[in-house]
């Protein structure tokens, strides 16, 4: 038979485990003994030639399966008659004999295990089985059967007819209760488990009038099968689809399978942290690591860890911490058999880095996940990391977590200071609190000294090209500059260090964006020189990191988000000014930058330098000696993000329902903890109250009275449905009374004739504070709206006046809402983006950096994804729902329609999209069905590892979308529950005639 698809045989298999095979059901039938005059072929090829039924075949119901078994020799039904025939030529009668064909039919199975049969006149035993997962019964059969890997009988059959031969194990234990005299021809509803089956008898002499008779009286087992089918087939359709019932099969199979796994090699669990000894092999391969540092082991067999209690670790930065966090989480998904995610709370273990916490909104959000988990579940394990702590005594109690703190440096820091020429090491014992370490050595020229006054030249240059350096600056703009000039000072030689890497290197960026190429890096990355800041995309800077890794960039000037952000250590650090911005650093920003000096592994000591000038000398003293800034809560300074997030949320799911709940629930946050300190003028309670009472005045909340007793009652809250939806939206609780006043102006007069007006409505409200409109650009853009689009722009309420007053430097003496008119500029930004596609055009049109309309178009995706959640839950916004689930998607692919069906593959970002259709493979299709090898050689710089991505990657969403539409089908299919019944119709005999 062909082939039915590897869709079929994997999900038919992965049930073989948990039935009988067809040979065991075969075995205990009545197979009497005699020949076939014609041979087992003949009888095939003269029923495919259009031969009657047999004989004892009653013909009342179609043969839905004839002619099933005449698609290949070594079909599924074809097999079973070889096999009864085989029997029948058996010259004892009711034994099965190991005759070649039947030890090759019998040699297919789905597991490695040798089965030892025992052979009994009385019922059916168990089979002893080794590594095997359950007990099926014997067989009656007279010796031992070694059972290889392989197919079973029920492989290569359709899945629909295997599940109804499933039913069967559950009754082939009775065959053996009664000896059938009879046989009579099923009826045409008889299912598989209802087939009469004759006991297996001893030999005997049988006249040739009884063989006759009992020959014509049975038939063969291949028509009861094909009549069992039928009648299954035309059973009712089974209320739960095939395709769910499959799926907990699998489900089913795969837990039984690790769970015999896990008891197969318990002797392997805890070689390597309680860990099989297959883990510590991994990290030696992949890694490199073969010791652990024994801070590590000291961690890792601390007994609040073994108890499973919440901790807190503290080390310097590139110590090792992460690595202690990945042991722990495969400790939680190998022996404890639970979910693990770092970053974010989920069932078994929370893993952060803690002084986030006191980082504005995202602090905030932190605080609130890992309270709610601390009220909600007792037995989550919650293990938080950090480089820089300082009140530890707070976060413990807030964690309820136990605390373990180390010094330990793989390689050593030394921290230095440079004042003019001088340079000096940091000693804390020192009066100064510095040391004089030597003096710069560097022959500038009078240009030289004025371009780079602070000699950054004659510091990379002693490190570079052999080791790597970071330069860390204040803007980033400087940045640019920085990386700029020091490339206009270095030697040629420079420029043959790795020349063909960085050849390739450059080719690679400018793929990314279409030969998009920011001429600062043209002029700089040929000297193994860069800069990284959040003006670049996302796609380039993940590439730029790479080759800074790879060692192939050997200078990177950046700003003070990498040190937070990204792992890149270098062999020294320097500090452009001890400045962000205009803002003094703070000790943990400080420690954060300089903990970059240092690669474990590769250098044996690492350097920072903290350039100064003598205006700044008496703030050094705090920044380089003094401890570690406090962690402080900002739920309280983050209103709509933080306490009013929270409390809303608290109502939403019902965690508490009153203040009396909402108080009980405040106390065991870090910000009930720290509220004296915080905010002594309010108490706690007084806290709760006033963000409640916000609440209910913005119509999120409402107050319900409910009787607790005769004469008593008590003020619940309850979330309303736009509060609902809020919830539900993820929404800024600052924006969503302006949100809903939004989109039910838009009811009053939506703008179809183009996507303005629904850009307008999901363009990101925080992201306004931040435009600052080129007034010039937007006079033009906004002379060339088409009569539809400036209608948009009356009902938002920007007028073409405003503008032109604002680009001609003219007073504006009527009121404007400039935060409507800064929004709306920000829409024409991703309107253009939606028609261009190019995020490096668009941002040359606007004036933007490519970076900052990259993160516009990433929180517009976000945001329209926001409110089509929150228009789910009100009923007036559906006419928004499907207009905002097309939106969405084309904010979040910004590409043209034609690269979208291939951005959904993983790994396949804009750039690669387009390679791969320009190369023919234009749909999913085509990559499910490519070579990754062919791949490799059309698609530039891919490599094997993302060619075999994408292929799998292509064959997975083709296989999800197949069972989407069998389901589909199979729900259309599907006969109603309340289908009505026939109507009895009126009879004669009541006096009504026709």
């Given amino acids: 038979m062909e082939d039915p698809g590897p869709g079929i045989r994997r999900r038919v298999s992965a049930r073989k485990r948990s039935r009988r095979g067809l040979r065991e059901t075969a075995a205990v039938s009545p197979l009497e003994p005699g020949k076939d005059p014609e041979g087992t072929e003949g009888k095939r090829r003269r029923r495919r030639s259009g031969s009657p039924r047999p004989p004892e075949y009653d013909g009342s119901e179609e043969d839905m399966f004839s002619g099933y078994d005449s698609f290949a020799e070594n079909s599924f039904l074809a097999q079973v008659d070889d096999l009864e025939q085989k029997c029948m030529q058996s010259p004892e009668y009711g034994t099965i004999t190991t005759k070649p064909a039947f030890e090759e039919l019998c040699s297919k199975s789905t597991e490695t295990s040798e089965f030892n049969i025992i052979a009994t006149d009385g019922n059916l035993t168990d089979i002893e089985t080794e590594d095997y997962c359950y007990s099926p019964k014997t067989l009656h059969l007279q010796e031992n059967v070694t059972i290889e890997p392989g197919d079973d009988l029920l492989y290569d059959i359709p899945c629909s007819q295997a599940l109804y031969f499933e039913k069967s194990k559950d009754s082939i234990s009775d065959l053996n209760n009664s000896s059938i005299k009879e046989s009579y021809p099923l009826p045409s509803h008889q299912t598989l488990n209802e087939i009469p089956v004759e006991q297996p008898q001893e030999k005997k002499n049988l006249s040739p009038q009884s063989t006759e008779s009992d020959m014509n009286r049975r038939r063969s087992l291949k028509d009861r099968l094909k009549s069992a089918m039928t009648g299954n087939a035309k059973a009712q359709t089974p209320k739960f689809s095939k395709r769910e019932q499959l799926k907990e099969a699998i489900l089913s199979e795969e837990i039984n399978v690790a769970k015999k796994t896990m008891e197969s090699s318990s002797d392997d669990l805890g070689p390597f942290y309680s860990l099989p000894s297959k883990v510590r092999d991994l990290f030696v391969q992949y890694k490199g690591i073969r010791k652990l540092y024994d801070w590590q082991h000291t961690c890792l067999t601390l007994t609040c860890l073994q108890q499973r209690k919440n901790l807190i670790y503290s080390l310097p930065t590139s110590g090792g911490k992460t690595l202690v966090a990945e042991i722990l989480m495969l400790q939680e998904l190998l022996c404890r058999q639970k979910n693990v995610l770092m970053i974010l709370p989920y069932v078994a273990i929370v893993q952060e880095k803690l002084h986030m916490i006191g980082e504005g909104s995202r602090g905030a959000i932190l605080e609130i996940t890992l309270a709610k988990i601390l009220y909600t579940s007792k037995t989550t394990q919650i293990i938080g990391m950090s480089a820089t702590l300082n009140n530890v005594e707070e976060l413990q109690e807030f964690l309820k977590a136990e605390y373990y703190t180390s010094k330990f440096r793989p390689v ?87 020349e063909k890497e960085k050849c390739d290197f450059l080719k690679n960026l400018k793929n990314v964006h279409n030969g998009g190429l920011c001429p600062v890096l043209k002029r700089t990355i040929p000297f193994g020189v860069a800069y990284h800041h959040s003006g670049l995309t996302s796609d380039e800077r993940k590439i730029l990191e790479g080759a800074y890794a790879a060692g192939v960039l050997c200078l990177l000037t950046c700003t003070s988000t990498l040190a937070a952000g990204v792992n890149l250590p270098a062999r020294r650090v320097i500090l452009r000014a001890p400045y962000i911005a205009t803002q003094f650093l703070k000790r943990n920003q400080y420690q954060q930058m300089i903990g970059r000096a240092g690669r474990a592994g590769i250098d044996t000591v690492g350097e920072s330098i903290l350039i100064l000038q003598e205006k700044d000398k008496h703030l050094v003293l705090d920044l380089v000696n003094s401890p570690l800034e406090n962690c402080y809560s900002h739920l309280g300074q983050e209103i709509t993000k933080g306490i009013q997030s929270l409390l809303l949320s608290l109502i939403g799911l019902k965690i508490a329902k009153n203040l009396e709940g909402i108080y009980h629930f405040m106390c065991g946050t870090f910000f009930g903890i720290q509220q004296k300190s915080l905010s002594a003028e309010k108490s706690l309670w007084e806290i709760s109250q006033k963000a409640l009472a916000t609440l209910i005045e913005k119509g999120l909340l409402q107050r319900q009275s409910v009787c607790k007793s005769e004469g008593e009652s008590q003020c619940d809250l309850q979330i309303t449905k736009l509060g609902q939806a809020s919830l539900k939206g ?70 073409e006046s405003f503008i032109t007053k604002k680009a001609s430097g003219q007073a504006i003496k009527k009121d404007v809402d400039k935060n409507i008119v800064n929004r709306f500029y920000l829409s024409f930004v991703l309107y253009a983006l939606l028609k261009e596609t190019n995020i490096w055009s668009v941002s040359e049109k606007f004036n933007m950096s490519r970076g900052y309309v990259q993160n516009l178009l990433s929180a517009a995706a976000s945001f329209s994804s926001c409110i089509l959640h929150f228009c789910e839950e009100l009923e007036e916004f559906w006419v928004y729902r499907a207009l905002l689930t097309e939106l969405t998607k084309k904010l979040s692919y910004c590409v043209k329609a034609d ?70 089908v199979e729900n259309l299919l599907r006969p109603p529950p309340n289908i009505p019944g026939p109507v009895a119709l009126p009879s004669k005999s009541h006096g009504l005639t026709q």
């Fill in 412 to 498: 050593e820091l030394k921290e230095y200071l440079k004042i003019n020429d001088t340079i000096y090491e940091v000693d804390t014992k020192a009066e100064k609190g510095y040391t004089f370490s030597r003096l710069l050595k560097c022959k500038y020229s009078d240009n030289l000294e004025k371009m780079d006054p602070d000699h950054l030249v004659a510091l990379v240059t002693e490190i570079i090209p052999n080791y790597s350096c970071l330069v860390f600056c204040p803007t980033k703009k400087n940045c640019e500059n920085v990386a700029d000039m020091i490339c206009k000072f270095l030697n040629k030689d420079y420029l043959k260090h790795r």
């Fill in 730 to 799: 993820t929404l800024d609780l600052a924006y969503c009374d302006i949100l809903y006043k939004d989109l039910k102006k838009g009811l009053e007069g939506l703008v179809l004739e183009s996507y303005l007006h629904l850009i307008y409505l999901t363009t990101p409200y925080d992201m306004v504070s931040q435009c600052r409109p080129d007034w010039m650009i937007y006079l033009s853009r906004f002379s060339h709206l088409s009569s539809a689009e400036q209608k948009v722009a009356a009902i938002i309420g920007v007028s």
């Fill in 899 to 968: 690269l979208v069906p291939l951005m959904e593959v993983t790994g396949v970002l804009e750039s690669r999209a387009k390679q791969l259709y320009d190369a023919g493979y234009k749909t999913v299709t085509y990559l499910a069905n490519a070579d990754p090898e062919v791949l490799i050689r059309t698609i530039n710089h891919l490599s094997r590892r993302q060619a075999k991505q994408i292929v799998s990657s292509a064959k997975m969403l083709l296989n999800e979308k197949a069972e989407a539409l069998q389901e589909e």
